[in-house]
């Protein structure tokens, strides 16, 4: 489980995030929130890729806030992009062994892409470079970071981009992580479907939690998203 | 051939194992080993060193393999070496070399390939350079390569320089009829003191010839490169030339493209990056478990693959 104490995220003197105090203790929170508010630097503060100025960050109970990326990855948390990383010269499949760890073979690489509902053979050995599209490469880095099967994954907004694909297939993915070693998914969504199978929901506002519900008391939540905007743009 | 010599051979030249390729050996300045096919006829010039390789008319799928292996430090091997492939062919060509030079004197191969590529036929070139030893004296490759492709030819040529050659001045020249068509990609890597020049010049003079020029190449410690190429577009034609270049530590690289078109239908692209390893990219590796050491490589062996 994570754990935020007192964070602060400053950055040329503005807050970004202002004395988060958050316990991700639920199968599957999501957190919303106005574009700008800070959901993004949460979920890079979580995985390490920025520092918080003050602050904590526990991992089941151990205080992680200066361990690298790579170890915290590697104890346990992962983090997929809200806008993917392109490479050149490395292939999905590649990308896919990459991140389960292991040399899968094509029949499984398969398997893992046909879960985002592409049609695997015709992308297995494609780059992860430009030539792909914004909507594809979102859904190969949710699928390659699925496949890791951590007990915290965070997505950063994964319904980005992703109109063609339904939803159902991205509930799924997020409930077989939770089926799988109980992993705890965090997610950054707009959605309101996604939100309506969250047990948990974190609203930001200015850098600051405005409010924390479980599922029970969600219905006025939603309708205050809603009014921001409902689906995200891959290139924001 | 001893140990070492097999042992530079495969990492040069893998396919060597097929039986039914025609190859030529080349150590240390001499022919060691060579064979023929009904196809594939491979002889020794008469007037300077080197051989003259025939492909027959309607050949289809032949291999030649022609590696190169120089022992002795201080020996500077020049040779010329023809390929004279008739229409209507398919040949695969493996021309590996690797040096190993143990001492302090200079090694050099300077290999003069020509190809006279006949209507229709496809060649697949395949250029590995490779050294090693422990000696300071320098392991230099300067090849030569010059292409002449008939009406509807395709030359499709991957070299690679991945490790221990301390200086390298490659030189290829392509002319194109009518529907000719050159794929080349190349991958240089140099490390310590190293330096790496590269010219190309491709001259379209055939209506829908076309050319793609991929050169990738990742420069480490104080290590130097410089890539040069000049395309001239005389017909209708279509030319993409792309310079991708990650730097490290004090290596510097120069691109310096040019085209020229000639003719109103003649469409030329050249681009160029210059730039060290994306922080992003380390960043996303990283998340996935590898240090950063770790995440370097994997991103510098996808990018030369
Ligand atoms: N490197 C940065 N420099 C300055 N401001 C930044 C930087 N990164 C993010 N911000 C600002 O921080 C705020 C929160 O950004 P972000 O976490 O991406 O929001 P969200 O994901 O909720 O849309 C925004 O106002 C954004 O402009
Ligand atoms: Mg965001």
């Known amino acids: 489980m994570i754990e935020l104490i007192n964070l602060s995220y400053e950055i040329d003197n503005k807050k970004i995030l202002d004395n988060i105090n958050i316990k991700f203790d639920s199968n599957f929170t999501v957190i919303t929130g106005p574009n700008g508010s800070g959901k993004s630097t949460l979920a890079k503060i979580i995985m390490g890729i920025l520092k918080p100025t003050s602050g904590k960050i526990l991992y089941n109970g151990e205080d992680i806030t200066n361990l690298s990326i790579d170890k915290r990855a590697n104890m346990g948390i992962s983090f997929s992009f809200q806008q993917p990383v392109k490479f050149k010269g490395i292939t999905v499949h590649d990308l896919i062994n990459l991140s389960s760890g292991e040399e899968m073979n094509v029949h499984d690489a398969c398997e893992v892409l046909s879960q985002v509902g592409l049609c695997a053979k015709e992308y297995i050995n494609r780059e992860v470079d430009s030539s792909l599209s914004g909507g594809e490469l979102k859904r190969i880095e949710i699928a390659s970071v699925s496949v890791r099967n951590s007990n915290v994954t965070i997505f950063d907004e994964p319904e980005a981009g992703i109109d063609l694909w339904s939803f159902n297939n991205l509930i799924k993915i997020f409930k077989n992580l939770r089926e799988k070693n109980n992993g705890k998914t965090i997610i950054i969504s707009h959605q309101e479907r996604i939100i309506n199978n969250s047990d948990k929901i974190v609203l930001l506002e200015n850098g600051k939690v405005k409010e924390i519900k479980s599922t029970k008391e969600l219905n006025n939540i939603v309708s205050v998203t809603n009014c921001c905007k409902v689906g995200g743009d891959i290139n924001e | ?305």
């Not at chain 2, 492939?85 to 021309?95: G, L, P, Q, T």
């Not at chain 2, 070299?159 to 080349?184: F, M």
């Open chain 2, 1 to 305: 051939m001893n140990n070492l010599d097999s042992h530079i051979l495969k990492i040069i030249n893998e396919e060597l194992s097929r039986k039914d390729s025609a190859y030529n050996i080349r150590k240390d300045g001499k022919s060691i080993e060579r064979a023929s096919t009904d196809n594939i006829k491979i002889e020794s010039k008469t007037d300077k060193d080197g051989i003259d390789i025939y492909v027959k008319e309607g050949t289809i799928n032949g291999y030649v393999h022609i590696p190169v292996i120089l022992t002795k430090s201080g020996f500077s091997d020049k040779v010329y070496n023809d390929f004279h492939i008739e229409k209507n062919s398919i040949v695969v060509i493996n021309a590996g070399c690797g040096i190993h030079n143990d001492a302090h004197k200079d090694s050099s191969h300077n290999g003069i390939h020509r190809f006279f590529i006949g209507e229709n036929s496809y060649v697949k070139y395949i250029e590995k350079h490779y050294g090693e030893g422990d000696g300071d004296g320098k392991r230099i490759l300067d090849p030569v390569t010059e292409v002449y492709l008939g009406k509807n030819a395709t030359l499709e040529m991957d070299t690679a320089q991945i490790k221990g050659v301390s200086s390298t001045i490659r030189q290829t020249k392509a002319v194109l009829e009518d529907g000719a068509k050159l794929v080349i990609g190349e991958k240089i890597m140099t490390h310590d003191n190293q330096t790496a020049k590269t010219i190309f010049e491709v001259t379209l003079n055939g209506s829908n010839s076309s050319a793609k020029v991929t050169s990738r190449s990742v420069a480490t410690d104080k290590s130097h490169q410089e890539f040069i190429s000049n395309v001239i577009g005389n017909n209708e034609c279509f030319a993409h030339v792309e310079c991708d270049a990650i730097i490290k530590d004090e290596a510097s690289v120069t691109s310096d493209p040019k085209i020229t078109a000639n003719h109103i239908d003649a469409r030329l692209i050249h681009e160029a990056t210059i730039g060290k390893i994306a922080g992003e990219q380390l960043i996303k590796l990283m998340t996935l478990g590898l240090s950063k050491k770790k995440a370097e490589e994997t991103i510098i062996n996808g990018f030369l693959k």
